[in-house]
């Protein structure tokens, strides 16, 4: 959504700088709670991050082209802003093919238990892998039923939300010991241990056994979202969240203004307003507000104060590839269907030693061999998201993830890197394949196919993510750290900073990553005294 108007107030209760979703959540709370809001985005558009566009000329088919699957937004916040979004469940969670013995095959969870039970005792011999399946993901079940209502509470301390789990066991896999242990004991079959060790990674470059836990943190937010763990599709595709989100807050009286690039925040620290400095296509401009939301990194805050960032630059590490198909491609795996195998999540090259191996190949400045990757297929759940006539003919979309792969490796030639990454990573899926990916490419008005990558640069040209990376730094623990960095986020609620009018709502403050809206919802509370 795109919106710009002239201001209405020379100080603002609320100028909030950033207009992707956790801006917009915070915007909708406030100015349904009677403030004055001014949203200030440097685009010319809402929505960051999350958003849907028609990448390729000529053809009506509206990718979530970023951000891709829902589970970390709270059901509360749809709620209580009354917005017209849904998200549909994935028929099938995941199916990753592998190549034993010289036979095609593959691990399917989904379609029903006893199908999940069969596809397990046909992968590993046995039924031993399949109940320690059920048996751990009862564990991090158990854990996401207690642990995501705090993620919308006050920021609790470590010894609250360790009483809130009530798990001694749990709380030692989750946030004592590396994940890679608890794999390891749990699970005997390389396909199945890196299946599971793939949510620790996500947009994070560790290892299992990292003494950092960063892979712990990483895993944790992947499994309690929703209070289920599940991941969504969201019905419209990512934008129709953040256009429903900027119709809330200006249907409650906030005003949006794109194509307003924030420069620098001064403020003295006390209650007296803060002030934005903003520039637009026509010159520079300033804006009161009484409290001061920042809907960007932590490195991007510091910037706008005019102080020395408190921790490194974050690093991405991640290639985004989005494509359209005439077709699904058929499998060598001839046991399940293409529309099943695609329908939740396909993993590719991530056996436990395959992400190891990778890990290891981008630590010492080389793009993996064998890159790993899971590509999502939307349409299957979501066909709206494709027009009539692609519809009718059977097209789909894909969008793949792919892990393990630093800015670091791009620094030098992106383009000539990304050219080779891409190819090496649609060869690993082709080899799957019974046709090359290739064959199934739609094309656009131009005639050229429909596929583009994004690497961490890409996205660090485009959204202004530092370093590319997604969550903006680190994931951090769902608890109060002392040690946290005071533009990092801390406080009753998570997003304080130093300054006690200025205010991180990004993902970049505790308890932020992912398409939640968390860091609104705190932000807005912290404002409102709650």
């Known amino acids: 959504m795109t919106t710009s108007r002239g201001f209405g107030h020379d100080v603002y209760d609320t100028v ?7 801006g917009l959540v915070a915007a909708a ?9 001014l949203v200030l985005e440097r685009l010319g558009r809402t929505g960051g991050a999350a958003v849907s566009t028609r990448p390729f000329p000529g053809v009506d088919a509206r990718l979530s082209r970023y951000s891709y699957l829902v589970s970390l937004l709270p059901a509360k916040i749809v709620r209580e802003l009354g917005l017209d979004f849904a998200v549909r469940r994935r028929t099938v969670s995941s199916y990753t093919p592998v190549e034993r013995a010289g036979r095609p095959g593959g691990l399917l969870v989904g379609g029903g238990e006893a199908r999940t039970r069969e596809s397990f005792a046909r992968l590993t011999g046995s039924e031993r892998e399949y109940e320690n399946w059920r048996a751990f993901y009862g564990t991090t079940g158990r854990a996401a039923e207690r642990l995501f209502p705090t993620l919308t509470e006050p920021l609790p301390t470590r010894a609250e939300l360790r009483a809130r789990l009530d798990d001694e066991a749990a709380w030692r896999m989750l946030f004592e010991e590396p994940i890679g242990r608890a794999v390891e004991r749990e699970f005997a079959d390389d396909l199945v241990r890196g299946v599971v060790l793939t949510d620790a990674l ?88 009484r409290v001061v939301l920042v809907n960007a990194s932590p ?15 974050p690093e991405g590490a991640q290639l985004k590839v989005n494509m359209l198909l005439r077709r699904l491609p058929r499998l060598r795996d001839t046991s399940v269907d293409p529309r099943e195998a695609f329908g939740g999540t396909f993993h590719i090259a991530e056996g436990y030693e395959q992400l190891a191996r990778a890990h290891a190949e981008a630590a010492a400045g080389e793009l993996p061999s064998v890159p790993p990757s899971e590509i999502y297929c939307h349409s299957l759940t979501d066909p709206t998201i494709l027009g009539p006539e692609l519809a009718g003919q059977g097209y789909q979309t894909l969008t793949l993830f792919g892990l393990h792969t630093p800015a670091r490796l791009f620094e030098k030639d992106n383009q000539g890197a990304r050219e080779v990454l891409l190819a090496a990573t649609l060869a690993q899926l082709d080899a799957h394949l019974a046709e090359p990916l290739t064959d199934c490419l ?62 991180l709502c990004g993902a970049g403050a505790v308890r932020g990553g992912g398409v939640s809206g968390v860091p609104g919802h705190n932000a807005a509370m912290a404002v409102l005294g709650h």
């Open 16 to 22: 909030i700088v950033g207009g992707g979703h956790n």
């Open 29 to 37: 709370y406030l100015a349904r709670a009677g403030r004055s809001v």
């Open 202 to 289: 996500i947009g994070t470059f560790a290892g299992a056994h990292d003494p950092g836990l960063a892979q712990n943190r990483c895993f944790l937010y992947h499994v309690i979202g929703g209070g289920t763990g599940d991941w969504d599709v969201p019905v419209g595709g990512m934008g129709a969240l953040t256009d429903a989100l900027a119709a809330s807050a200006l249907a409650a009286g906030a005003e949006i203004a794109t194509g307003h690039e924030a420069l620098r925040i001064d403020t003295d620290g006390t209650t007296a307003p803060a002030e934005v400095t903003f520039r637009t296509a026509t010159g520079e401009g300033r804006v009161a507000g």
């Open 299 to 313: 490195r991007a805050l510091a910037e706008l104060l005019g102080e020395e960032p408190a921790q490194p630059a």
């Open 442 to 503: 739609a094309f656009d008005a131009d005639g050229r196919p429909c596929i583009e990558a994004k690497t961490p640069l890409d996205l660090e040209r485009e959204l202004r993510l530092p370093g590319g990376h997604i969550f903006h730094r680190d994931l951090s623990w769902p608890f109060a750290d002392s040690d946290s960095d005071s533009n990092a986020g801390g406080g009753r609620w998570g997003v304080e900073t130093a300054h006690r009018n200025v205010l």
